[in-house]
């Protein structure tokens, strides 16, 4: 009975992901296959001797599999969820990025975020618009809540939306199963998001993390009279989901035969957008996508990150675009070869048949251009041939029931056959736009990949001062060894990540220069909400964008037992204008650290080793609690006397800027760290590290676990 009951435990321990994987494995394996899918990849025939018994192995496949899982593609003849299967360009965008939202004119500006991707790469079909992830979890505020607080709300949000369907882009917006840590919603996830999503007029669902995004969200989209296309982002767990997900990203493996798309081969009208965020060459992604009628992320601003597709990639996707969206509707045939025998070698194509024209998408895996004899095609009469990527008619070598057709693939490059004995809609106009394309090779555009310089936001010095004022410690100056790194949970070591300041040539994750400072005075203690109160009291100050502004407040003051903690629920701005009036400035991040560490190099204000009671204890609640009194933590006096500087409230230091995003360095962490996943922002207890938090507008910027303190220049 006790082993039996061990076996029983051991048995519960075994992850569900684990044994759904190991049911869908089995499955396969039952199934009499030579070429058995790997993840979301079918393997190419290894040679092209082998194709008729390759393409009859894996329509073997199909035709079983869909059997053994019941399959119902009903999901998508859906008129409205039909858009997703031409939905080949879709980019993730951060709603930081400074094309997308003027924090000055207090407005979105979709135009001139969609311009500049016509301009340099051709447009896109759908956009994933990302307001969470990585900030998210610096204070209790979940995932929803943070889309309430966009802009304008939701009625902001409704009314950027519609622009972007005014431009005839989709909108979908993400949703993190894994944020069960922040304030509890207190309905269903699928809830909140149909009804969400509803309100604004969003399009579909991405599912972060999630392979699969589960069916009650395509029934709570329905009933909410408002459907929703599904996309994971990472795969299936099952076929069985592809029924109801009619999106998915595909991160794929690539080898020097193209694999076939394990979701669009089990149904041709199955869209999937491949991704591969940090590659800096696209090429191979690129050409997987293009062989299969599929899509592409065109992902550039990655959590704040610039990685900016070169320019050749750039000019592929305009191409690539232009074809498929002219012949979406073959590219969604059942009737799908992909491998289709061709003539060259390292050459490989995919047949799409159409209503009345075929189309085949051809990408050449050599270094070296291969011009000439390309495919051998049956011949009907009438039938006329096109060059699509080079916008030319071609003149076939007819021999009875056959054609061989002849045209040019740059090294690595791609290109596209049209057969057609029917007219097809606005042909010669497309033609003639595609041949004045390819007058300029995709060699001859840069393979450079391009990060973005930072500058830092300028900090005007104060009248210098001889003695302190109240409440502040002078900080004398001195020669100083600033090693600092970010602590943002992906980008690795590559260059672009995290921040950059003046003395460096690029933003990277570590930072060490040797360097001298200045004199200063700094606050003991945090800014406190008794502080912030006379500064209101003094100016009557109010920020243009009040939303959040002290949201911690009642009736213009803050509550009875807060006038010695810390002030929060302000934006940098706001930290400004009291600086401003108080005759001091916010300090820089080295003054900051060099204050809090001195010059010994140690860990944590009061020494190397680290000492919980030097701090707050962790809130690790659902709903944030406030932050302790200032001074409640003597232990965690930095050697110059400076506290509260750890595990209190993140404080602001310097901002951080590019073309594209606006970036808050943080330091200290805070006493709030949500639980149940690593996703959420991390903390930074260490001196010698900081957060990169991301800047859209103060009402969203401003957080319940972020204060500041001030610095006097001296004499």
Same mark, same amino acid.
């Given at each position: 009975m006790e082993a039996s009951s061990n076996s029983v435990r051991q048995f519960a321990l075994i992850p569900i992901r684990l044994l759904v994987l190991a049911a869908v494995a089995l499955s396969v394996a039952a199934q009499d296959v030579q070429y058995a899918p790997q993840n979301e990849q079918i393997p190419g025939p290894p040679n092209p001797s082998q194709f008729k018994s390759w393409l009859a192995d894996i329509q073997h496949w199909r035709s079983e599999r869909l059997i053994r899982i019941g399959y119902n593609g009903s999901e998508y003849g859906r008129a409205e969820l039909k858009w997703a299967q031409s939905s080949f360009m879709q980019p993730q965008m951060m709603i930081e990025d400074r094309y997308f939202y003027d924090p000055v004119a207090g407005k979105y500006t979709v135009d001139r975020y969609l311009d500049d991707l016509e301009k340099r790469y051709g447009?896109?079909?759908?956009?994933?618009?990302?307001?969470?992830?990585?900030?998210?979890?610096?204070?209790?505020?979940?995932?929803?809540?943070?889309? #309430?607080?966009?802009?304008?709300?939701?009625?902001?949000?409704?009314?950027?939306? !519609?622009?972007?369907?005014?431009?005839?882009?989709?909108?979908? @917006?993400?949703?993190?199963?894994?944020?069960?840590?922040?304030?509890?919603?207190?309905?269903?996830?699928?809830?909140?998001?149909?009804?969400?999503?509803?309100?604004?007029?969003? $399009?579909?669902?991405?599912?972060?993390?999630?392979?699969?995004?589960?069916?009650?969200? #395509?029934?709570?989209?329905?009933?909410?009279?408002?459907?929703?296309?599904?996309?994971?982002?990472?795969?299936?767990?099952?076929?069985?989901?592809?029924?109801?997900?009619?999106?998915?990203?595909? +991160?794929?493996? +690539?080898?020097?035969?193209?694999?076939?798309?394990?979701?669009?081969?089990?149904? *041709?009208?199955?869209?999937?957008?491949?991704?591969?965020?940090?590659?800096?060459?696209?090429?191979? $992604?690129?050409?997987?996508?293009? @062989?299969?009628? *599929?899509? +592409?992320?065109?992902?550039?601003?990655?959590?704040?990150?610039?990685?900016?597709?070169?320019?050749?990639?750039?000019?592929?996707?305009?191409?690539?675009?232009?074809?498929?969206?002219?012949?979406?509707? *073959?590219?969604?045939?059942?009737?799908?070869?992909?491998?289709?025998?061709?003539?060259?070698?390292?050459?490989?194509?995919?047949?799409?048949?159409?209503?009345?024209?075929?189309?085949? /998408? @051809?990408?050449?895996?050599?270094?070296?251009?291969?011009?000439?004899?390309?495919?051998?095609?049956?011949?009907?009469?009438?039938?006329?041939?096109?060059?699509?990527?080079?916008?030319?008619?071609?003149?076939? $070598?007819?021999?009875?029931?056959?054609?061989?057709?002849?045209?040019?693939?740059?090294?690595?490059?791609?290109?596209?056959?049209?057969? /057609?004995?029917?007219?097809?809609?606005?042909?010669?106009?497309?033609?003639?736009?595609?041949?004045?394309?390819?007058?300029?090779?995709?060699?001859?555009?840069?393979?450079?990949?391009?990060?973005?310089?930072?500058?830092?936001?300028?900090?005007?010095?104060?009248?210098?001062?001889?003695?302190?004022? !109240?409440?502040?410690?002078?900080?004398?100056?001195?020669?100083?060894? @600033?090693?600092?790194?970010?602590?943002?949970?992906?980008?690795?070591?590559?260059?672009?990540? $995290?921040?950059?300041?003046?003395w460096e040539d690029s933003p990277r994750r570590f930072h060490q220069h040797r360097m001298t400072v200045s004199p200063f005075f700094i606050d003991q203690y945090p800014v406190t909400n008794a502080q912030f109160k006379k500064f209101l009291d003094a100016t009557h100050y109010r920020p243009n964008d009040d939303h959040n502004f002290l949201k911690h407040w009642t009736n213009g003051t803050y509550p009875p037992d807060g006038a010695n903690k810390p002030v929060v629920w302000v934006s940098v701005e706001d930290a400004r204008a009291y600086a401003k009036w108080a005759g001091k400035r916010l300090p820089r991040e080295w003054e900051w650290q060099y204050a809090a560490q001195g010059a010994d190099g140690r860990a944590y204000p009061w020494g190397s080793a680290w000492d919980a009671s030097a701090v707050p204890a962790p809130d690790t609640g659902r709903t944030m609690a406030a932050a302790a009194d200032v001074g409640a933590h003597p232990k965690g006096t930095s050697p110059w006397g400076v506290q509260d500087l750890i595990g209190n409230v993140w404080q602001m230091t310097d901002e951080v800027a590019d073309d594209h995003t606006r970036n808050l360095i943080l330091k200290g962490g805070s006493h709030y760290q949500p639980q149940g996943s690593h996703w959420y922002f991390p903390q930074a207890y260490k001196v010698s590290e900081h957060g990169k938090f991301l800047l859209i507008a103060p009402g969203k910027d401003r957080s319940g676990a972020v204060g500041f303190r001030c610095v006097v220049d001296a004499v």
């Open positions: 447009g896109i079909d759908s956009v994933l618009v990302w307001h969470t992830y990585p900030n998210i979890g610096i204070d209790d505020r979940n995932q929803n809540d943070l889309l #309430r607080d966009m802009p304008g709300g939701l009625a902001g949000l409704r009314k950027m939306v !519609e622009d972007f369907h005014r431009r005839g882009v989709r909108v979908l @917006f993400p949703i993190m199963l894994w944020d069960q840590g922040t304030r509890d919603e207190g309905i269903t996830n699928w809830e909140a998001a149909a009804r969400l999503f509803k309100e604004i007029g969003a $399009d579909g669902i991405n599912g972060d993390t999630l392979r699969g995004v589960p069916r009650v969200f #395509r029934d709570a989209s329905d009933r909410a009279g408002h459907p929703l296309v599904l996309e994971p982002e990472s795969g299936l767990d099952s076929d069985e989901m592809l029924a109801w997900n009619n999106m998915t990203w595909g +991160y794929w493996k +690539y080898d020097l035969i193209p694999a076939v798309s394990r979701y669009k081969w089990l149904d *041709a009208r199955h869209m999937v957008n491949v991704c591969r965020r940090w590659a800096r060459d696209k090429n191979d $992604d690129l050409q997987e996508a293009f @062989f299969n009628g *599929a899509g +592409y992320e065109t992902w550039e601003n990655i959590w704040g990150i610039w990685n900016q597709i070169p320019d050749r990639d750039a000019e592929a996707i305009r191409r690539i675009g232009k074809i498929e969206r002219k012949f979406a509707a *073959a590219l969604v045939s059942p009737e799908w070869e992909p491998h289709t025998p061709v003539l060259r070698p390292f050459v490989y194509a995919s047949k799409f048949p159409g209503a009345g024209y075929t189309i085949w /998408t @051809f990408v050449n895996r050599n270094e070296y251009n291969v011009s000439g004899n390309q495919i051998r095609i049956v011949h009907k009469p009438g039938t006329r041939y096109y060059d699509l990527w080079n916008g030319v008619e071609l003149a076939p $070598d007819v021999r009875g029931d056959s054609a061989v057709v002849s045209f040019s693939l740059e090294p690595k490059g791609y290109g596209a056959l049209l057969a /057609t004995a029917a007219p097809v809609s606005g042909l010669d106009a497309y033609l003639a736009e595609m041949a004045a394309l390819a007058r300029k090779p995709l060699m001859s555009y840069s393979e450079e990949r391009r990060f973005l310089p930072q500058r830092l936001v300028d900090i005007p010095a104060t009248a210098k001062s001889a003695s302190a004022a !109240e409440g502040m410690v002078r900080i004398e100056g001195g020669p100083y060894d @600033f090693q600092v790194s970010g602590i943002m949970i992906e980008g690795n070591n590559e260059i672009g990540v $995290d921040v950059q300041y003046p």
